[in-house]
């Protein structure tokens, strides 16, 4: 079983603790907690199991103390393998201390070099990988400047949970994906941001800045993800139902009436119809007999039922 496969599972594990009714199983969560402190975790394997969010998640709704504090000390060191926001910075004033002004110059800022050095984390693969996202935060162009910071606002969130990214970042390579698919800020390239924002702004779906920040969703998938992938899951629950009934009422109406082959459909020439008769005119007329063609499901009438063919 590979690293990925192993810690994917105990996810689940912890889930199901979780979720489990009455007195939650703290000695089965603290075992997996443990087995999860002796795995070389990765930020890749972070990032595809989630099992940040479960371990978070198991923390929250935990009355244990002991459990609390392991998961509590398990994130911190997650944590530490998120690229460092100073990182760029730390590097950028590396490479201008190595231009030698003078050896004076050079000796006086050695240990300013060295205080720096020590204070920020070592740069690892894993770390230099994660940074993913070269759009700058800020952008020459007004319009997109503003859409940026559109979406940066749409992104605040009050509760506490593993973030891959932050919102600027996020912001600025997803308005870079749509920007790079239509190649202007015309009125497409609004549209799609205001359907980004609006769905991000929905109280009723908070989940949704969650899955972005948490790295679940993409920006690339974000830019071009359809309005129906976006919604809650209540809304999309309502509106399968809501499919679901329209289907049922179309056999409904469908099935309804008297089968039978003395109507000719006008349109694909089949026989295969159903009527049914209303009194639609005056007691002293004839009924109107509604047909409706099982084939192509074209409807029409007859006001008089001894005019049966067309």
Do not use: H
């Not at 119809?273 to 192509?296: H, I």
């Amino acid at each position: 079983m590979s690293l990925e496969e192993e810690v994917f599972k105990i996810g689940k594990q912890l889930e199901k603790i979780v979720g489990e009714e009455g007195t939650m199983d703290s000695d089965g969560a603290v075992d997996l907690l443990k087995r999860l402190k002796d795995l070389p975790i990765t930020l890749e394997v972070l990032q595809k199991t989630r099992i940040g969010m479960s371990v978070n998640t198991l923390r929250k709704k935990s009355e244990n103390s002991d459990l609390q504090t392991q998961a509590k000390a398990l994130i911190k060191s997650w944590k530490k393998l998120l690229p460092e926001k100073s990182g760029g910075k730390t590097e950028e004033n590396g490479d201008r201390s190595k231009t030698p002004v003078s050896e004076k110059s050079s000796r006086s800022s050695s240990p300013a070099q060295s205080t720096k050095s020590s204070s920020s984390a070592p740069s690892t693969p894993q770390d230099n990988k994660a940074v993913t996202f070269p759009p700058p935060k800020v952008t020459g162009d007004s319009v997109r400047g503003k859409c940026r910071e559109m979406i940066v606002n749409s992104l605040k969130v009050e509760v506490e949970f593993d973030q891959v990214m932050t919102p600027e970042d996020f912001a600025a390579a997803c308005e870079e994906c749509i920007f790079q698919e239509f190649k202007d800020t015309n009125a497409k390239y609004k549209q799609r941001v205001r359907s980004r924002v609006s769905n991000l702004r929905d109280a009723k779906n908070p989940l949704l800045k969650v899955k972005v920040l948490s790295g679940q969703i993409t920006p690339e998938k974000f830019a071009t993800m359809p309005t129906e992938e976006m919604a809650s899951d209540e809304m999309k629950q309502l509106r399968q139902e809501i499919a679901k009934e329209g289907i049922r009422e179309a056999q409904v109406a469908k099935n309804q009436g008297t089968e039978t082959n003395l109507f000719k459909c006008g349109k694909c020439g089949k026989r295969k119809t159903t009527y049914t008769q209303l009194q639609t005119r005056s007691a002293d007329e004839p009924m109107t007999t509604f047909v409706l063609c099982l084939d192509c499901g074209n409807r029409w009438k007859v006001c008089s039922f001894n005019n049966i063919y067309q």
